[in-house]
């Protein structure tokens, strides 16, 4: 079993004059953070021959959008 995992996090100071996101102030704090969990099994069925299904799944939120989760399976 092999399992891969990471993190981010942000925090900036965002200068756009209102251009990107309407609030009606300039110099908004802005947090991003996200969260990484890979997982993969290689099975060996012959000399020459062997599968490795591997599954993730990624979260990410921002101080304007809801947080959400991104599957993926190969």
Do not use: M
């Amino acid at each position: 079993l092999e399992v891969i995992t990471g993190g981010s996090w942000r925090r900036f100071n965002l200068e756009s004059e209102n251009t990107i996101f309407a609030t009606g102030r300039a110099g908004n704090i802005i947090n991003e953070y996200g969260w990484y969990l890979q997982g993969s099994y290689r099975w060996q069925f012959a000399r020459r021959f062997s599968l490795t299904p591997t599954a993730a799944v990624r979260y990410d939120k921002n101080s304007y959008f809801q947080g959400g989760f991104t599957p993926r399976l190969s």
